[in-house]
């Protein structure tokens, strides 16, 4: 293992918070994000086009050759972070993190060959945030588990003059796919492949489930011989799907650590406010420590969150490590900060009206996305060396 | 001299110290002497006081020059509480004479100091400490301070020659306002140091017991009722002396349990294993914390989160040792030694599993309690209200105790 990497935020990246914050705070009121939820628009489609378009967030991933920004994992760490502190019903972390990721994986494995200028073109417009894009495996799938082979390439049609490879299947509870344009499919087949598909294309339905984050509405996605364009084969597919879900589960801890932090913050503001037995009742130890050991575990957080961005950014051999250890700890420190920000606030905390809610259930949602804390946890005892009862680690059967 | 650049004159110093004094053919002890009196002891203390009156972090090039050559350094482990404690809060409020007395010697480790705060009844609220120093009537020799008290929890008293203290001059008023600081001779008369033997079965700590031990006005530190202030600023310095470097993946106390998971696979449970994992995982992101701690410092942003580390480093090391003693099954239930001893310093990843374990329940004891850390995190950090208090304002004889 190397020495550790910067884990602190550089001057532009805190320049980019600022932006971020700001428009948030202007354009993303918690009143407003609660009442959407219960409209036929849950993702809010303007606030994106500031985000992506003014701010240029969408293309923080892209290298300024393809039409994006240029930056790294450090800075779309720092975005996602706001993006959690404000539960923005945008769909960043699918599009300009998991399918950006997945493209660019694509791109950097084919080279030249076949069709490469329309993924540029589609990753340019993704930068842009004219167009925005979403893999469609379902929310809890984590980097390196295996995909159910629910989708298949079926092959052309008979008398399709374009000679369109054709999938049919089904994907449920896929994130950050209503909004999407294009649709990123890994579909078995000879080979496995990884497939674009236009999201109005024929044969392809999106069915909105009801969420247990609102803000973040998952869809089931069927494919009826669906018109599809190849992105990737083989390793190559299965490489840009696990770089893509690797650097959403990666964003995703970040995210977490953002509302997190937020959550302390409006649980820390209420109890200076708020007065019973005629004391502020953050002057009780009972809630005092509890908000201290909150504090003291988002810290912690942080440190986990920061190491997981470095390592991708420099892509770092321990990034696998970094990133299951970062979402299985910043998991757990956004569920428990939530909890303890309804807790805290007593019956306020416990209504509609209240914006307590929409972060217990982002957190508990998004400490399932990319795999739970355990999974994380499991995958770590592999990377290593540290065996449950019954395996054997790599050096003990050597 | 000339505006060399402070790198290249703390390296030209060092190289001369070492060709005045062959490290090779010096008695250790001269060596250090020398080097203090050549400015390179710590560079940022003003010359003349063992430094050079420049930035800390020079002191790296110093040491670097004379560890390469084999110099002897001052064993910091041993005298560790007299250079993080007592020496900074001499240089801050001690007089010319003081000074001079004290830091060379503290800084060459011919004499260890320890330090005199905690009482019996005086642990976390330690302004309400009860030892009394009572002037003396003038007679002909210069004032001096009778002091009658017991002190405990005292690393070295056993073998330290200089302590400092903190003492009640005045009982009247509230209890912050009637203290006063003083360094104590451990040889004087009325000096006591009994051992303190510990639920681990050994003594690493002393009471101290005083009574009527005669202290010359001379020894003391700041004016008479600034006593709380002068130590405020010994416990600063205590938090600024922590933090080191950056210990590897799997050091400190994760690397026992590591150890025995890899080695003894028939140990192994699904519980068990859960538990190893979170561990794992937690010891991991403390060390990440810690060393993003320390690139806070580096740039001159020490960030609040320095609070945090002895809150996590205390539950994390109980944590783990407690779960090394399950790990071990049937020999969790032996421990390898009760035998009153005096070791030579802590060591909380030392011996068996049982030790371990037992030791790190200290941890979130001593330094400052994990409780009182969380106040401090809740109010200095948050801003949360402070605790209800009802003995800001009393005299320190009237309250109940």
Redesign the interface.
Known sequence: ?TE?P???YSEAENDLRQAVRSLFSERCHPADVIARTETAETYDAALWQALAGELGCAGLLVPEALGGAGASYREAAVVAEEAGRSVAPVPYLGSAVVATAALLSALAASGSQHDAEQDRKLLAALAAGTVTAALAVPFETGPGSELPATIRVVGPLAGDMSGAPRLTGTAPRVADALPADVLLVPADGVPYGLYAVDATAFGVTRTPVVSLDATRQLCDLTFDATPARRIAGGDAASAAVFAALAAGTAMLAAEQLGLAEQC?AMT?AY??ERRQFA??I??F?A???R???L??SV??????A??AAACLAGNDPDAAVAVS?AK??CGDVAVKAAEECVQLHGGIGFTWEHPAHLYLKRAKSGSIAFGTP?RH??V??RL??????GET?PE?SA | MLEASGADDVRARARQLLADHNPATTPPLDFLRARFDAGLAWVHYPPGLGGLGTSRELQAVADAVLTKAGAPDNDPSRIGIGLGMAAPTILAFGTEEQKNRWLRPLWTGEEIWCQLFSEPGAGSDLAGLATRAVPEPDGDGPAAWRVNGQKVWTSQAHQARWAILVARTDPDVPKHAGLSYFVVDMTAPGVEVRPLRQLTGEAEFNEVFLSDVIIPDAQRLGAVGEGWRVATATLMNERVAIGGRTMPREGGMIAGAVRAWRQRPELRTPGLHDKLLRLWVDAEVARLAGARLRQQLAVGQPGPEGSAAKLVFARLNQEISGFEVELAGGEGLLYDDWTMRRPEGANFYGRGPGYRYLRAKGNSIEGGTSEILRNIVAERVLGLPPEIRVDKDVPWKDLPR
Do not use: F
């Open positions: 293992m550790i910067d884990l602190l302390v820390v109890a200076k004391r502020q953050g002057s130890q809630i005092k420590h908000l201290a050991d504090w003291v810290a912690q957080a942080r440190a986990a920061r190491y250890m299985a700890y355990d946890r499991a770590i005892g290593v060396g540290l065996p449950g009862p680690a003990e």
